[in-house]
T-cell receptor, first 111, second 115 residues
């Protein structure tokens, strides 16, 4: 059974720092992996989607990488800002085509 | 530019009551799904649909029914509410399934409490 883990569960950094959020999954047979952002009391917003054949995707200050063989993905946020404060979730599309979510990393960027 | 619209935003039910959570999207998406989000457990898939007239079960389907009579709408029915169904419910849609544009769009959620 596919399991998705995100470490750390919470992270607090000063503004301007570059940071890395981690996502690991137990079964490398995936179709794709997505990173989402969730603001308090709101729905999820898709940030980046990486197909299984790809190694990374970039959007602005965000860069997501995928290493299927090791079951890992990282979300790199450059020059963090207070507006980046949110919960970040990763999700993998597994071999049965279900989207399996991690429980998220709660990020606080301090001014 | 509505995207995915969920109603209601908040609901309190008594044990045994039934209700329907509404979800509508205006992007002509084929794929729609319902998730519940519980503290420490991430999002879990309840039911999903790959097109009008087609639905299937996710991880946690018991106690919930769905139907997909139109492309736009995908209501979730709680048949007889139980305290274990207290959760935040999200509807999500995407243009298509396998091999198509799979970027998911989420509604803003329904916070449900069952007393």
């Amino acid at each position: 059974k596919q399991e998705v883990t995100q470490i750390p569960a919470a992270l607090s950094v000063p503004e301007g720092e570059n940071l890395v959020l981690n996502c690991s999954f137990t079964d490398s047979a995936i179709y794709n992996l997505q990173w989402f952002r969730q603001d308090p009391g709101k729905g999820l917003t898709s940030l980046l989607l990486i197909q299984s054949s790809q190694r990374e995707q970039t959007s602005g200050r965000l860069n997501a990488s995928l290493d299927k063989s090791s079951g890992r993905s990282t979300l790199y946020i450059a020059a963090s800002q207070p507006g980046d404060s949110a919960t970040y979730l990763c999700a993998v599309r597994d071999s049965s085509y279900k989207l399996i979510f991690g429980s998220g990393t709660r990020l606080l960027v301090r001014p | 530019n509505a995207g995915v619209t969920q109603t209601p935003k908040f609901q309190v039910l008594k044990t045994g009551q039934s209700m329907t959570l509404q979800c509508a999207q205006d992007m002509n998406h084929e794929y729609m799904s319902w998730y519940r989000q519980d503290p420490g457990m991430g999002l879990r898939l309840i039911h999903y649909s790959v097109g009008a007239g087609i639905t299937d079960q996710g991880e946690v389907p018991n106690g919930y029914n769905v139907s997909r009579s139109t492309t736009e709408d995908f209501p979730l029915r709680l048949l007889s509410a139980a305290p274990s169904q207290t959760s935040v419910y999200f509807c999500a849609s995407s243009y298509g399934g396998r091999g198509k544009n799979e970027k998911l769009f989420f509604g803003s959620g329904t916070q449900l409490s069952v007393l």
